[in-house]
């Protein structure tokens, strides 16, 4: 349950702080008194995005901050899911920032407002007199028949296999589709595959065939000129070769008289040496160059095959060709393979429509046994709070043989009539405003006590209701404390008498501005507020004494 909202720097409010009682609270006060602003507040650390800047002090962040008890309630899966630290005391914070942006925390962890959202769901249902929309809804009608029936856990076990279902067939119609595709490029890349694959393609081999095509096209020139090497080295009278022997002896003849000589005598042997392998290898290599124009013949052809495969295939390499030439293995594998390939889906398909059509059964059946109880403990409401002649009929009717929906493989609709004689209809048609409010508040309070929700908050849902009516809504109001926290905004002294804490919300003048406020009323300030919402600001003393009458239940 909600212990204390802290407000801080928000629309009217400067610092509040509410402490709420784990019973009903009843929260009154004037038209613009600023009972909007803290439901405001509220639905902030509930995941609902800030609209707007809403600043006491543009200046200043805005901080709302809810201190939870929810020892009783079950969530450490929640918080260990979403790696939170788990406190039976929890705080949930909410900041934003004068620039617009927003943070929020549990515990001092930070979390996005998804996860803060499905948090407050499980926290607080906020119920004011626009919700009564909802009622309407084949979304809350199942939702009040399920959580009734208790049949959430077979729900999704449905949604689960229903799910996996759709999916098993979109894979389905995908693969088809593809089959079908393929089908008409078979014989496309059949011829592709064929070619890429008959041209025996190899790694690298582009370079090594440029490389050896330019040796055989300047083979002529490459001979002539390993040949004049090896002439000018040591096949003329002024050889090289021959030049540097002599010059190495003349070297050695002094070498005993200069010390230095005989260095520069063994590097020029050393030279000799070199050199006279340079020689050899350029005669070996002027031997083996050959003017083989066969042999140049099939290079070029061969090059002129892979760069005519390139070109035409758009790629720059023959390694990209090969790349090319495994896709199409792999496609044309994936066609010859695709029968086996749709009659495992189509097994898999059938087999998960069977289970979700099973579990699917199975949740109809469940809500058919609750569909009586609901209408009768509704009606029983309805009749207490002065609607005696109001009849409630829940019709699941099944949809087409082998369609489903998410919800299952029923529609639902809430048929209601509120007086003798009226036909029955769908319930937004015949239910005046104040008329829908307590059947949501009939329906609110059946589904309370099955619902493991800490808090509820009605926020101003007894419009259109008076008198007699009003005592029976507040009576209502008081009964779903059994089961949780109650929390009512109200304009009707006969619910607000009701509360076991009463808070009125009002505005003061401080120096220039005018700010909201609000305050826990003792026994006498809550027959002085219940006495004006009577007769007004000055009230009589018999508005006084029917406050006091109110407040002690008569």
Known sequence: MLDTLHIKNYALINVLEIQFDKGLNM?????GAGKSIIMGALSLILGNRAEGKHFFDPSKKCVIEGEFNIGAYQLNGFFEQNDLDYADHTIIR????PDGKSRAFVNDS??????LKQLGEQLIDVHSQHATL?????????????????SFALKQS????????????????????????????????????????????VAEEQ?????????????????????????????????????????????????????????????????????????AELASLEEDTQLDEGTLLEVNERLSLLYSLQKKHHVDSVEELIQLRDDLEAKLLAINSSDEQLERLEAEVVAKLALALRNAKELSAARKLVL???????????????????????????????????????????????????????????????????????????????SALPTIVFDEID??????????????????VENMQVIAISHLPQIASKGAAHFKVYKEDQANRTISNIVRLDQAGRVKEIAQMLSGANPTDAAVEHAELLLKGE
């Open 27 to 31: 929260i009154t006060g004037e038209t």
């Open 94 to 97: 909410r900041e934003i920032t």
């Open 110 to 115: 930070p979390v996005t407002l998804a996860i």
């Open 134 to 150: 909802q009622v309407n809804t084949e979304e809350f009608q199942f939702l009040v028949v399920d959580s009734i029936a208790g």
């Open 158 to 201: 449905y949604k689960e296999s229903y799910t996996a279902y759709k999916k098993a067939k979109r894979e389905l119609e995908e693969l088809k589709e593809a089959v079908k595709k393929a089908a008409m490029e078979l014989d496309y890349f059949q011829f592709q595959f064929d070619e890429l694959d008959g041209a025996k393609l």
């Open 207 to 279: 370079a090594v065939l440029e490389q050896q095509q330019r040796q055989l096209e300047n083979a002529e020139d490459i001979k002539r000129a390993l040949n004049t090497a090896s002439h000018l080295l040591e096949n003329e009278d002024t050889a090289i070769l021959t030049r540097l022997k002599d010059t190495m002896t003349q070297v050695e003849g002094i070498s005993s008289f200069l010390p230095e000589a005989a260095d520069l005598s063994a590097r020029l042997k050393s030279t000799l040496i070199e050199l006279k392998d340079v020689a």
């Open 372 to 450: 009586d109880r609901i209408a009768k403990d509704v009606q029983n409401t309805l009749s207490n709070v002065g609607m005696p002649n109001a009849v409630l009929q829940i019709v699941l009717e099944p949809l087409k043989e082998g369609e489903m929906r998410e919800s299952g493989i029923d529609t639902i609709q809430f048929l209601f009539s509120a007086n003798k004689g009226q036909d029955l209809q769908s319930i937004h048609r015949v239910a005046s405003g104040g008329e829908l409010s307590r059947v949501m508040l009939a329906i609110k309070s059946l589904v309370a006590k099955t």
């Open 463 to 480: 419009t259109g209701i008076s008198g007699e009516v009003a005592l029976r809504v507040g009576e209502v109001m008081e009964n779903l």
